[in-house]
């Protein structure tokens, strides 16, 4: 399949590991294209505000490919002369709507996902004209990012997944797939107020596109964070149980 990648006017080329070059452009909330092209094969992944969505990458020599997230893991593991296309939002959605056009959706990337960290469960706060409201969210594992709440709740019909999304203003809900609960708690996109017991799961991975601030703590020794997320955190309650029932069926076959 031939490459494809948004419009731009720019284009600079240079040479690195792409692992390099991806966080760059994660971490600089680059939006655009970075197209690979290596001894190993080609590649490109598109950006949104720095979050990867949609990737493609193919083996040289060999007629395997890569899609969606695997072609960004696949990618990272490769260097070579790497182009730098910036374009602008518009450019990259309406990029993204063509190739589910064309049937290419499977190299959208609805979740940058990331190695699963546990979160413990938290108290979303957030203060307005009705006075306070509260969201409670159950522990689970934090899975990754995703930059629309359409790319959400696909991620969870695609996995029949149990959890819940979370961005600055809303909770979203979903049982077995599907969006149980949708729970406004502002509408000014500033950073939401979470009250949690520990700050693990804060810092074990790469926040990009989570921006943490420690604030005072409490009698009962809960700490306030306020969290300011570039899109959707995607957050599973299911793998736990999944990996409990991997380890009684493991156990039962040994």
Request: charged share 35%.
């Amino acid at each position: 399949m031939k490459m494809q990648y948004p419009s731009s006017e720019e284009v600079r080329s240079y040479t690195s590991e792409f692992e390099v070059a991806n966080s760059e452009a994660c971490h600089k909330g680059f939006t655009g294209s970075l197209v690979l092209r290596s001894e190993d094969g080609d590649g490109v992944v598109v950006y949104l505000e720095g979050l990867p969505v949609y990737a493609y990458a193919r083996y040289e020599g060999e007629s395997s490919e890569a899609r969606g997230s695997e072609a960004v893991k696949t990618l990272s593991g490769r260097g070579g002369t790497i182009e730098k296309r910036p374009s602008d939002e518009e450019s990259v959605r309406m990029f993204r709507t063509y190739m589910e056009y064309l049937g290419r959706d499977d190299n959208n990337v609805l979740v940058y996902e990331k190695e699963p960290v546990r979160v413990e469960e938290r108290v979303f706060l957030a203060t307005g004209d009705d006075g306070l409201t509260k969201a409670e969210v159950p522990a689970g594992r934090r899975v990754g990012y995703a930059r629309t709440e359409k790319d959400v709740s696909r991620y969870f019909e695609r996995e029949s997944a149990d959890g819940y999304s979370v961005s600055n203003d809303a909770v979203l809900r979903y049982g077995n797939g599907h969006l149980t609960e949708r729970e406004e708690m502002k509408d000014d996109g500033e950073p939401l107020l979470a009250r949690m017991d520990t700050e693990k799961g804060l810092t074990e991975i790469d926040c990009e596109f989570e921006r943490v601030f420690p604030e005072t703590g409490t009698s009962s020794r809960k700490i306030d964070v306020e969290f300011d997320i570039h899109g959707w955190e995607v957050v599973r309650t299911d793998l736990d149980e999944d990996e409990r029932k991997g380890g009684l069926l493991g156990g039962l076959l040994r």
